[in-house]
């Protein structure tokens, strides 16, 4: 087949022309009405004012500029705003009007921006009320979560305000008979509800509205006016030139095209839509059927969101769950969204091998020199983030008052030196993918013309992790630098081209900017309904205590097995993930399941770190986006390729096989999330877990280095297996922890090493019933001077008496005060040490990689042989 044949069959059918595509992104992300004249103008104007309002509250001149009022009910505007846009910028009805407001519309959006600021309006109210509500505002934030309800269905369809409304219903009516005795709770009046739903910040004004407000927001922006300056089309085009001439090029180019603009979209339908418009049809070109070319583009789409440095909303709702940095969530994610990647790239290596395709274009560059091109370039581009901080410190040291001007001189000249690299190349515009003859872009000219779109993501990573500073001031910096590339790069490059058009040339930059800001603005709308309308169901959670409820629900369900209830959370997230967008279906089964998990996993004397909880949820909410029947993005896919939207979810599943095998590893071998992990060992992990997922992508897709046998794909899964789980096997050999006797605790404790895991079984009165429970904690002992020292300073006091070693109430303010808070230390069952478990001298875990790359060898061997002769036969025949 060559590369003008046209695909036959059923791949001739045609998908969606560019307008509607673009109508299908905006019904879903930003609002598919659009009326002109003036009102147009005015719901731009309020985007635009939103976008700034947001910039500014970022920046760190906000103190000087906003009254305090306003920044301490940052979170009421930012919802006043997101219920103005909604009613105005999403129809009622599919049949609803798209070119006029009507007048119900109008009513709905200033009540619904009213009633967003009804805490900033009666504040005084309130506080003198004790921060309750009373009989009027009861009634007014009922009608504000009708309200909220109505512009969250329009937004982002009716689940979302389903699930909340089931959730807010249970509050009410959670003590009635007919609720499940299991579930059951004392119920809540009116007045109590509201109060805690609408005037407090445990409900729709939480963390996740908080975490929308501070943080998520500037992200958004930074992608918009990161596409606006033209750096999507940058990114596709270079990795089109990288990739497009090996083997299923097109669609190896869409896997790593679209790595790179999940920086700029976290919407996995804008991002599909975006990279798929080119890739697809390629992709249809060189063999891949319709649905292949959605699926490549679907998973390679939604992994965006998995990505650092910029990731998905949760990400950041991650810092406030977990209580971490944004740095540490993005080191974490960084393995596995890495090597899922690799394996995606390897999938579709693997589909174009089988298939024999075809290439594009006439390059001859082997697969060996571009897989080492590229890694040098991104080890180029991660040494440059981390080796900025040098020369910085150098300045800051030499000229500590003036630093700060210097460094941006040193960018602007930066900028301006790229800017003359580009203007020496034409600009880049979008290729024709239908066109009779495609021409592989060549990369030693077209770097050149978007070298400086790298700055605002260096000015991002570094502000984020050598600086360390908040995400929202990174992302302000970053964003600062792009107002300015907006403004300036047209004028720029038409002076060093000698062009006589440079103020037509800002024109156009200004222009730009402004519609970049007013699209991160409607981009906002839905997330910012999202984390409102989640924070009916986080509040439900806090105010009711089903969580605990939950816990035992779930527990019962899985029989206390773990891998059964990680299934259950994996599928619970998929269920929802079918209606809510991601961050929203984040926020829900984290908040009911990820405390389940951990308190679960000690139960099961797993030590389950919260971050590896919270990235399962992640990585479970993403693949919702995938799944049929309503996987969303497979339904865009589909109306770009003309393929069957339900084909093509069910084969983008079978494509992210990874993604959802992943989460289940990193649970049980948290090396796999770069925790507590040397320099080297981090090498060495990352090494190993990418010829794993290699070998499990190869297993699972039936071919290596020719078609699989049964048993071959069954070892290969297997070596999969052993090099993700080198302990499972190890820990089999020889057990990694040794039983210590209650007598000998206190002295063992002393003995261990410094740094040391020591796990505690403990039992006793349940706080609240009474009953008898137990619970697991794992310590580690200092270097303090015996084991009642090193006890006492992490807060711990012990007393053996008659055989049992009973342990007192944890120290406030120590790691343990909380966690054990649930025991009653002073009933009259006293609190005691069941079980002590030391880390025992075992084998380094690392060994048991031998045997399975021994393994793997021998199907390597074995493969080779089969494949040279099948090779020789065909030489032969031919």
């Not at 005015?42 to 700034?52: D, E, K």
């Not at 105005?88 to 070119?99: K, N």
């Not at 190869?698 to 999969?720: H, Q």
């Amino acid at each position: 087949m060559s590369e003008q044949n046209q695909p036959n069959g059923r791949d001739q059918r045609q998908g969606l022309s560019e307008e509607e595509l673009q109508e299908l992104v905006a019904s879903s992300d930003s609002g598919s009405r659009n009326p002109a004249g003036s009102v147009g103008m005015m719901i731009a104007t309020v985007a635009l004012i939103w976008s700034c309002f947001q910039v500014l509250l970022a920046s760190p001149i906000v103190y000087y500029v906003l009254p305090s009022d306003i920044i301490n009910n940052s979170r009421q505007v930012h919802l006043a705003f997101a219920m103005f846009l909604a009613f105005m910028a999403y129809p009622a009805l599919s049949s609803s009007p798209r070119h006029r407001v009507p007048i119900q519309d109008w009513a709905l959006a200033f009540f619904g921006a009213f009633i967003s600021l009804y805490g900033f309006f009666f504040y005084d109210k309130i506080v003198a009320n004790g921060g309750l509500a009373d009989d009027t505002d009861k009634w007014f934030a009922l009608a504000g979560i009708v309200v909220l309800f109505e512009a969250a269905r329009r937004a982002l369809g009716p689940a979302m305000a389903i699930v909340a409304t089931v959730f807010l219903l249970y509050v009410f009516f959670g003590s009635s008979e007919w609720v499940p005795e299991v579930i059951r709770w004392k119920g809540a009046s009116l007045q109590k509800a509201m109060s805690h739903m609408w005037i407090t910040s445990e409900g729709v004004f939480g963390i996740a509205l908080g975490v929308s407000t501070k943080f998520v927001f500037l992200f958004v922006l930074f992608g918009a006016l990161l596409d606006k300056a033209g750096a999507g089309n940058y990114f596709i085009k270079m990795a089109f030139g990288a990739l497009g001439h090996l083997k299923g090029g097109p669609a190896k180019a869409a896997v790593v095209g679209s790595a790179a603009t999940g920086l700029i979209s976290g919407s996995s339908i804008a991002n599909v839509v975006t990279t798929g418009t080119f890739t697809i049809p390629l992709m249809k070109r060189v063999g891949f059927t319709s649905e292949q070319a959605g699926s490549v583009e679907v998973a390679s789409s939604v992994n965006g969101q998995i990505m650092p440095p910029v990731m998905g909303a949760a990400a950041f709702l991650m810092v406030e769950y977990v209580g971490i940095s944004y740095v540490d969530v993005i080191t974490h994610a960084f393995l596995p969204a890495v090597i899922s990647y690799i394996a995606l790239v390897y999938i579709v290596h693997l589909e174009a091998v089988k298939r024999n395709m075809p290439t594009i274009g006439h390059k001859t560059v082997s697969t060996l020199r571009t897989i080492i091109g590229m890694f040098v370039f991104f080890a180029a581009f991660a040494a440059l983030c981390y080796g900025v901080q040098f020369p910085v410190g150098w300045i800051v040291a030499l000229v500590p008052e003036g630093a700060s001007w210097i460094l941006a001189l040193l960018v602007f000249l930066a900028y301006i030196a790229l800017l003359k690299l580009a203007a020496s190349v034409d600009d880049l515009h979008p290729d024709d993918p239908n066109a009779k003859e495609i021409t592989l872009p060549d990369i030693s000219q077209i770097y050149k013309a978007g070298l400086y779109y790298l700055l605002p993501i260096v000015v991002l990573v570094y502000f984020l992790m050598i600086e360390q500073k908040s995400p929202g001031l990174s992302a302000f910096w970053a964003t600062a630098l792009l107002f300015a590339i907006l403004l300036t790069q047209r004028p720029i490059k038409a002076i060093f081209r000698g062009e006589n058009e440079t103020v037509e040339a800002f024109k156009e930059g200004v222009n730009d900017l402004v519609h970049g800001m007013i699209d991160g603005a409607r981009n906002m709308i839905g997330i910012g309904l999202a984390t409102a309308t989640a924070g009916i169901i986080v509040g439900t959670v806090t105010l009711t205590g089903i969580g605990q409820v939950m816990a035992d629900l779930v527990e019962f369900v899985s029989g206390g097995n773990l891998v059964l209830m990680l299934v259950f959370v994996g599928v619970l997230s998929l269920i929802l993930g079918m209606g809510l967008p991601t961050t929203a279906n984040y926020i829900v089964v984290s908040s009911l399941m990820a405390g389940v998990v951990v308190e679960l996993g000690a139960q099961s004397g797993l030590i389950v770190p919260l971050i590896a909880v919270h990235l399962f949820v992640f990585y479970f909410g993403i693949m919702a986006d995938v799944t049929p029947p309503v996987g969303l993005a497979s339904f865009a896919a589909a109306a770009v390729s003309g393929g069957d939207a339900i084909k093509t979810g069910f084969t983008a599943f079978f494509y992210s096989l990874r993604t959802v095998a992943l989460p289940f590893v990193f649970i049980f071998n948290t090396d796999l999330l770069l925790i507590d992990v040397t320099v080297t060992q981090g090498i060495l992990v990352f090494i190993m877990a990418t010829i794993a997922i290699l070998v499990f992508t190869a297993g699972t897709m039936g071919y290596f280095l020719t078609k699989n046998r049964i048993y071959e794909s069954v070892a290969l899964v297997l070596v999969a297996f052993v090099l993700f789980r080198p302990d499972f096997f190890m820990n089999r050999i020889q057990p990694p922890f040794e039983i210590v006797s209650p007598d000998r605790f206190v002295q063992a404790v002393g003995d261990a090493p410094a740094g040391s895991e020591i796990r505690l079984v403990l039992s006793g009165p349940d706080f609240d019933t009474g009953n008898t429970m137990e619970t697991r904690i794992a310590i580690t002992p200092g270097s303090e001077d015996g084991g009642e020292a090193r006890l006492q300073a992490l807060g711990l006091t012990t007393l053996e008496e008659d055989g049992v070693l009973k342990l007192e109430e944890p120290f406030p303010g120590t790691p343990y005060f909380e966690q054990l808070g649930t025991f009653d230390f002073y009933g009259d069952e006293p609190v005691v040490v069941k079980e002590a478990r030391l880390e025992a001298d075992q084998l380094p875990k690392e060994l048991i990689y031998i045997p399975g790359l021994l393994l793997l060898a021998l199907v390597f061997m074995l493969q080779r042989a089969r494949a040279g002769r099948t090779n020789r036969e065909e030489g032969v025949a031919a």
